[in-house]
């Protein structure tokens, strides 16, 4: 378990708010404008501006708390989010989006939880707003706090390679600076892989053994096809998510031979913690049949969407063949008989039969017709983690701000209270 708590001083605020933003000045502004309606106000907001032409530098001049780190360049989003770490001062980090609205009670619901049971990691729940549907969909909360264990969030990420909007990530909690620094510490880093939101959830469960939910909606996040992650879910490469795959020197799914998809989104970012910190994840190991039924399952849903999955389709072939190589099944086979037959020598069979060079066309051959089965074997045994609540979808909902005001409403919280208009300027 990684030590080393933060000590407060009088300079340090109680949270630092980071945004990450590129390209999506409006959005950005929106946000900040709602932050600055919170109702606690020890906060300071960073936002880390990463576009191509930076245009929030005069929101400094709306308040002091506010601070704009521009980038000398394009950077990649585990990139940009690392940078933050350089800067900020409060005792508790959140991230958030620049789609994301945080409800002006948020802060104080966590400065309460904080209070009542002293931690390093507080989680709360988020609702989401998706466009075009104008849905909102929210989450059944208990309105309590509740200390979780962390390792078992790790053993279904590693299992069944899918994405917790529920786990304990900088993305949806306030996580002490001590702790994030202390992880830093090791390496020189604290995001790995791709994903950022996913591999802080990963080492920070790796790292500490519980963390308190605030079992509260205290967030809203506002996607559509423009966002990287519904892109990604909806076409994959395509769209949004083009510009996010180019952002890095190295594409990191065609390094690896991961098929650009949510599921390949989690596991390239697992392998990469487990390069970063191997002592904390030595025990864990990705269920690829996971990874494999997962990821057919969404080239088919892009593939519905009139999207090219060609290439994706092979790199995924390809990597089963990796991960089931003939050259392994005939060297178990053939070792057996090797001191009777000399000539039935691995490297020798797999010569003469010329294997090698047909094993992926097999394997993209006669895969498809059971990828069906695959799935369904796979998904019967399944089980919901414990964390998982139920979710319900309201009816149509006309904007975001609706949808901020509902939800506002049902924690008892006046519309007024949440109008966004008083810092627009």
Aim: net charge positive.
């Amino acid at each position: 378990m990684v030590g080393l708590r933060h000590v407060r001083t009088l300079m340090n605020p109680r949270f630092s708010i980071v945004i990450p933003t590129r390209n999506r000045p409006a959005l950005a502004r929106q946000s900040v404008s709602r932050l600055l309606t919170q109702t606690f106000n020890d906060f300071e907001v960073i936002i880390l501006e990463n576009s191509d032409s930076p245009a929030l530098q005069d929101l400094e001049a709306i308040d002091r708390r506010i601070r704009v780190i521009p980038s000398n360049r394009v950077l990649s989003m585990p990139d940009n989010w690392e940078r933050a770490l350089d800067v900020v001062q409060g005792e508790y980090l959140l991230f958030i989006s620049d789609k994301d609205t945080l409800l002006p009670f948020a802060l104080y619901e966590l400065d309460t939880a904080i209070r009542q049971h002293p931690g390093d990691i507080f989680t709360y729940r988020k609702a989401s707003y998706l466009e075009p549907e104008t849905f909102l969909y929210f989450q059944e909360c208990s309105g309590g706090n509740a200390i979780y264990s962390t390792k078992p969030i790790l053993r279904s990420w590693f299992q069944q390679v899918r994405h917790y909007q529920n786990a304990p990530m900088v993305y949806n909690s306030a996580v002490s600076r001590g702790l994030i620094l202390s992880i830093r510490s090791i390496n020189g880093r604290f995001f790995a892989g791709n994903s950022p939101d996913v591999s802080s959830g990963a080492v920070l469960c790796a790292s500490t053994d519980n963390y308190v939910l605030v079992d509260r909606i205290l967030s809203v996040g506002y996607f559509g096809s423009w966002s990287i992650g519904r892109s990604t879910a909806l076409f994959g490469r395509k769209g949004a998510a083009t510009s996010f795959a180019s952002e890095f020197s190295n594409d990191p799914f065609r390094s690896e031979g991961i098929v650009f998809c949510i599921s390949g989104a989690i596991a390239q970012t697992l392998l990469a913690c487990k390069r970063a910190w191997p002592y904390l994840f030595e025990s864990y190991s990705i269920y690829w049949p996971n990874y494999i039924a997962n990821a057919l399952e969404e080239l088919a849903s892009y593939r519905a969407n009139n999207a090219n999955t060609v290439l994706e389709t092979r790199t995924l072939f390809s990597g089963i063949g990796q991960l089931y190589s003939l050259s392994n099944f005939m060297c178990g086979i053939s070792l057996r008989f090797s001191r009777r037959f000399r000539c039935l020598a691995p490297s020798r069979i797999w010569r003469s039969l010329r294997l090698r060079r047909y094993w992926n066309n097999i394997i993209q051959r006669f895969l498809p017709m059971y990828s069906l089965s695959l799935q369904l074997d796979l998904r019967a045994g399944r089980q919901s983690p414990e964390f998982l609540p139920s979710c319900r979808r309201t009816s149509h909902t006309p904007s975001l701000e609706d949808a901020c005001h509902l939800l506002a409403s049902c924690m008892g919280v006046t519309k007024n209270t949440c109008s966004s208009d008083s810092h627009d300027q």
